[in-house]
């Protein structure tokens, strides 16, 4: 299915979706960057190689520097990147947060869960909402 | 009636009109500002007794130093220059014990003069070089005692012999004790002044301490769920793959790695709600609390079914105005222990409005047929996860009321409770009535 952008700065995280995305046999391409400038730089390197941008961006909000808020701005402001499903994946459950990232135009929010069982679930919903 | 009587029944007269002045304009100060006092007393005081020169003499602790705090008849520029350059100490070279104030102070009584060619009287250069020494020929000197303390003297100079009667040494010592009491209580509004100020800094302090607790607690209550999950999601990784190969004891192991975890994060969430007790308290609106009940045993409706549990709820409770979650919290809180803390095999829980407890405020009462709590231990229910029963007896963390009692606090409202073992409880709480 393409390119998956999980931007992540804990490792746990990333290799928990990584674990996940395998066991659901999902076959994407897990690239992970763990600040919002390594994702930008990404991205642009993409551009001017003319290569294909991530299908799906899972981002984290609380992250070292820029956090995922800022990074969900940065990218729904770019015409590239715009059009990208953006997944919000963070442990943050303030509602403030919430509907803010929905206002900025990220496709779904989703609380990290506890378990590998919930994680597989929450990687199914960021499949489906994403295809249809 | 002579003429001398009439002219001494005169000035008697005329002591008391001063003595009453004096009396009225000291009870009407409020002030710490003593050298506005002793000006306006010290003149009546000197001229009523026929004295030329007057001067109030004070001590301010704790270095002994001595200052003049008024004057009569001395020039203007007297008292600066007195308190200023000469800086007296009370046992320094400079000072006399020869000063008829000083040796009054020192005393702790009254001295006269009636004659300085009679007895000896000792003057600082400043005064002998204002006044020559040779004019006085009488002094009186009072000193102001305070707690057994001589703190001043009021002292008076006559560049006439004088003769003292009973009436007017009568006189000069009623109104020293006035001075002395005026003294006396302004000591005491600025000592209160002063402690109000004290308390009202260590308060300050307590709160800016407290705001920062409750940031860190917040803080860190997050920070800390972030491992845990990481560690929850692996120990589910494991428990699925190797469910098969695990020996009953090491299943058993991880099953309490498993519970383990689910308590921390129960502890952590506690403690996060413990810490949004006090947040946003400021965004309060006008509450039913008929809907809210509702809406927490429809929220309920498991547990009230699992423990055949019956709730009745007075019909009209007045309108509360505050914040809703923080409300339902508090609600929700005391409903659940009711249920919770119940052995009997239909636990009944009767919500009611007391009346006219407090001005602004509503009281509701919650009342359960649940185990009681002793009276010693009733106090020690409101603290942060302290529990009265263990874990297997009674599920939870012990942070509920603690939690209802911190968002109580935040708006001024109370909690109490009339329970005793086996007869259940009664929780009464306050809310903010709306207007």
Redesign the interface.
Known sequence: MGTILLIED?S??AL?TK?ALKELDINADLIVKKTGAEAISYIRSNISSGNPLPKIIILDINLPIMNGIEILEKFKASNYTKAIPIIVFT?SDLISDISYCYKLGAKLFLK??????D?RNAIKKIQEVCLT | MTLIQEKSQNITLKRLRALEDISNECSNLITTDLSTITNKVLKPFCELTGADYGIVLLLSKPNNQIYLNATYGLPDDFIDIFNNKLNFKIDSDVTFASWPSIRSMKRKQIILVKDTNQINVGFSKHFSNTISPNTIKAVVSVPIIINNEAVGAVTKYFIHPHEFNDEEISFVKTTTNIFTSTIERNQLIELANNREQELREANNILKTVNQELDSFVYISSHDLREPLRTIESFISIIQEKCKLKLSDEETDFLNRIIKATHRMRKLIEDLTNLSRASRNITQSETLDLNKLFNEIIFELTAFIEKKNAEISIDNHFPLVIGHKEKFLSVLKNLITNGIKFNKSKRPVIKITNIPEVENDKICVCIEDNGIGIEKEYQDKIFGLFQRLHTEDEFEGTGAGLAIVKKILEKYNCKIWLNSSPNSGSRFYVTLPKAE
Not at chain 1, 112 to 117: G, L, Y
């Open positions: 804990k746990d995280d928990l674990i442990s990290k869960p506890n378990n590998i069982n994680f």
